[in-house]
């Protein structure tokens, strides 16, 4: 037994160092983000009236989305766009498009 448990323990520990040091990696474009796309433009850039949301800040982009969701964010559509979202998800999107340039 102490001949299996020796070897797994250095792969654990092996394991767990590299986990410790590795570097953030970058988040995949949820999949509903692409609803987004179709009036603010990929990746959030858009040269429109409609607003660009990429690179905004994370907490604004948060609390638009839940007040369109709430309803008390006047709005066109977005309102009827966020109730279709968790709260979870409209935070992704927050960070999502915050962190796109």
């Known amino acids: 037994m102490k001949a299996f448990a020796t070897p797994l323990l250095g792969c654990c520990l092996l394991a767990a160092a590299q986990l410790a040091g590795a570097t ?5 474009t949820p999949y509903f983000a692409a609803n ?5 433009g990929t990746e959030g850039k858009v040269n429109s009236a409609i607003p660009a949301i990429a690179g905004r800040d994370r907490e604004y982009l ?3 989305l839940k007040a369109y969701k709430a309803g008390t964010k006047p709005a066109t559509i977005m309102h009827q766009l966020a109730k279709g979202y968790t709260d979870e998800e409209l935070a992704i999107l927050a ?7």
């Open 36 to 40: 987004c796309f179709n009036c603010h």
């Open 24 to 28: 953030e990696t970058p988040r995949p």
């Open 62 to 64: 948060a609390e638009a």
């Open 95 to 101: 960070d999502y498009f915050s962190r796109q340039k």
